[in-house]
């Protein structure tokens, strides 16, 4: 019953948006609606790309020295109160527990929205010398903020991210982790998403509560939003000198360490799902496809026809994750389902095929299909998930660089998001004043001011006073 | 400074078990405590060992079908108490979310203590027919259970898990998958861990608050002391009449489901550490140490000792986990730290080993020491840790071994848990009443009926009456 609603028509994307989202979240059934008001189900085919998504991040990770550790769940209310922006920014949306078993709590405990507090509290006992430095520590765990609207991924009361957390002798080398991390997600989105991303810095405004810096990935989706797609922060000594992380340098005098924090999300799934869906469905990058190529025997009734499939799957699978669509539905209908799932590459094969010595190979993303002689099928497997990958991702970039415009005053950048969306380029004097002027009239956030910077004019396009710097716009998830 | 400490002198476990424990954990850098009581830091040490642990138990899941999911961390008050056994089991030792940000909430959640409620209120919507069965699904979290007593890894507020929630069309199904996941437990723990365990059947006392049926594997410390180690339980259809989980027959009739549960945790780190530990610290097993073999150069500013160290780690790292210790510590200090972490297999090498073309390889379980020829050190290696995984299963089967007794009636029964420590077996009426007695005489609990019964004597040791089954008793963590 559950299957044949799959390949019901889903909302088209042109026409609504949104609720093509939710149709392809529930019919690719990545997600499940629970009782927990705000929080959601990560059903299997979901949580096997969160999966994949996470060997491979913490791969990376580790390539760069990171070590994995585990904290509580729980910030005591004194603990949280320590650094000043900190518990402002975050204090109106935490989940509060105040009683343990049938008793009331002396101090109530927050659930933690973010980790930097109890990492101050931990390194502020296990760092004494320069030779405890660095510490570079991640962990994988789930975090609780109050928000108010909710959508599947990208917005819930609970999600599951990564926070890093690290700790160092001096500033030049906060900084060159923060970004170095940086570096790690947009390559990240680019070899494993296939979602390209611009770098950039927060302005002050939109930077973490209790950062020096915020850098972040501002990824562009389908409907022309802005999505938030991982940020590094680098604290200077700030949480330090709020929790006294102070260490015995080599010429035996007190400093104070340098620290960053820098975190992904299951958000990311969300914008797997905007970059590169389409209108039959999810379309999912090779890399973090939990199957890569679905095989779909054709009048598998026939002899010999599924005694091949599972022939091919058994030789495909030591290379790529496949599986045999063998249930008594018709070949159509599990073309459909497999267009739904997003799986990459459909095999067909059917008795002519098998007569002939070959198969059919067909594209998710493009919907090319490409006959393959049988004893060559593993060597194009292999070339046409990296040619997806390769496509998927340069397809997101051309899609993103035409919803990318320059306004060179007010007036074009109010016309621009009237009438396009996307990113709007545009020069800033600088001043948060112009900033939540914007923010205000248009209901438009700047998303981050570019490593790549040009001098589009010399003026602010709020105010007119002299531009400090380009700044990428947009409306955001 | 962290490091000197580190091989100070541990207490003896012969001394003070309970502190020997304690200086493990600290010294080998597994956990460090926290501002937030009852709860720990995992430090990369141990969350390293779990990080193997995992990985190697979820892939023996996925063999039998496991698919992972994540469910929320709250349960609403209503949900929790639809089952009645199950919230008189856990309401008592739950923490209550009472207010979501600035607002209280209009229902108290619970921090989850375990995810029965959740699954059964998700397993309502997602299963209609039978074509929908069985669903085997898995969860990799963490859970709260507000302990008043708390000990690293082995009770503690909170802890890492996984929880696995099944759902099946008969009876038989839910039997036969509970049987099988309590199989995999205690092949994981032959296996992988080293720990060999007693498979069995919890007393209707000791079973799990809401279940038919308990299953356990108990293993038994080095202090004679018990451990569950693992649990998987059959729930029949009492949640699923409880919940209402029902699904349309192939005969179209409509039935509730059969569903089952099983659990294993970080605990198991502290079996690790309390199964094979010293007094010279931790002993890995080689299977779940982050570091297998710590290569030690001997006067290492000698010309090309470093250099052959680092190539011995590029030859050996293609197959193992390997470090070298390459810090301006002396070797004998090096030693005593690679002993205290646990690492499986030591290699010495120095500019005499180097002209001899040989290393040395030292067991970290057994100290043995042997001679090596450099072109010979992949294979011996790997050799070596094999014989260690099975020197240490055997080790720790034949202290187990040792320390079971058998009492024939309630004198030796008393006798042998006032001399002595370890698992008694003896028989049992199937009362509550001798349960409970035992209990409180002897601070002693059943353990499980283990499957392999053994007709001791025909009478129950407490009251006397006609014995049915075989127990194991003991003092359990």
């Given amino acids: 019953m559950a299957e044949k609603k799959l390949v019901e028509a889903i909302t088209s994307m042109d026409e609504d948006f949104a609720q093509w989202y939710t149709d392809v979240v529930k019919k690719a059934e990545l997600i499940d609606y629970t009782s927990v ?4 189900v990560i059903k299997p085919a979901g949580y096997a790309i969160w999966e994949l998504l996470q060997r491979q991040l913490d791969d990376r990770f580790k390539a760069t020295g990171v070590q994995n550790v585990y904290l509580p769940m729980f910030i005591p209310e004194s603990l949280l109160e320590k650094e000043k922006d900190h518990v402002e920014g975050f204090a109106p949306e935490v989940a509060w527990v105040t009683h343990g078993g049938l008793q009331p709590l ?22 004494q010398s320069y030779r405890d ?4 520590y991640n962990q994988w765990c789930s975090v609780v903020r109050w ?14 991210w990564q926070e890093g957390h690290t700790v160092h002798a001096t500033a030049e080398e906060a900084e060159e982790r923060t970004i170095q991390m940086l570096n790690v997600y947009a390559d990240f989105c680019e070899e494993v998403l296939a979602i390209p991303v611009i770098k950039g810095r927060k302005t002050d405004k939109e930077k973490f509560a209790g950062a020096v810096a915020t850098y972040t990935i501002e990824s562009l989706m389908h409907d022309g939003k ?8 680098n604290f200077g000594d700030g949480f330090a000198k709020a929790f006294g992380i102070q260490f015995t340098n080599k010429d ?7 620290q960053t924090s820098w975190g992904m999300t299951t958000r990311m799934i969300g914008a797997i799902i905007m970059v590169h869906g389409d209108n039959s469905g999810l379309v999912l990058p090779p890399k973090v496809a939990p199957i890569q190529i679905a ?3 054709i009048q598998q009734k026939k002899e010999g026809v599924l005694d091949k499939a599972y022939e091919l ?4 699978e030591k290379n790529f994750r496949v599986k045999v669509d063998d249930t008594d539905k018709s070949p159509g209908f599990k073309f459909a389902e497999a267009e739904m799932r997003g799986f990459p590459l459909r095999l067909e094969i059917g008795p002519k095929d098998i007569e002939a010595g070959k198969c059919v190979l067909c594209r998710r993303d493009n919907g090319e299909k490409l006959e393959v002689a049988l004893d060559k099928v593993e060597e194009k497997a292999a070339e046409l998930l990296e040619t997806i990958h390769h496509d998927m991702l340069e397809r997101a970039r051309a899609h993103r660089d035409e919803h990318t415009y320059v306004a060179r005053n007010y007036e074009e950048f109010e016309k621009l998001f009237t009438e396009k969306t996307g990113f709007v380029k545009a020069m800033w004097c600088g001043e948060q004043t112009c900033e939540d002027a914007i923010k205000e009239k248009l209901s438009v956030t700047s998303r981050c001011m570019p490593f790549e910077q040009e001098q589009l004019t010399d003026t602010c396009i709020c105010c007119g006073k002299p531009a400090k710097k380009m700044v990428y716009w947009g409306r955001a998830y």
């Fill in 37 to 40: 008001k705000g929080c959601m």
């Fill in 295 to 297: 095989i779909i025997p």
């Fill in 133 to 136: 430095l660095p510490k570079v």
């Fill in 226 to 233: 802005a999505l938030q797609s991982g940020t590094s922060h």
């Fill in 252 to 258: 035996n005098t007190l400093k104070y360490v340098h």
């Fill in 313 to 316: 799957k058994q030789r495909l």
């Fill in 106 to 127: 002396q101090e109530r405990l927050c659930v933690r929205p973010t980790s930097e507090t109890l990492f101050c509290d931990f390194y502020k006992n296990d760092v």
């Fill in 147 to 160: 928000e108010k609207e909710t959508r599947p991924f990208l917005r819930s009361r609970e999600f599951l």
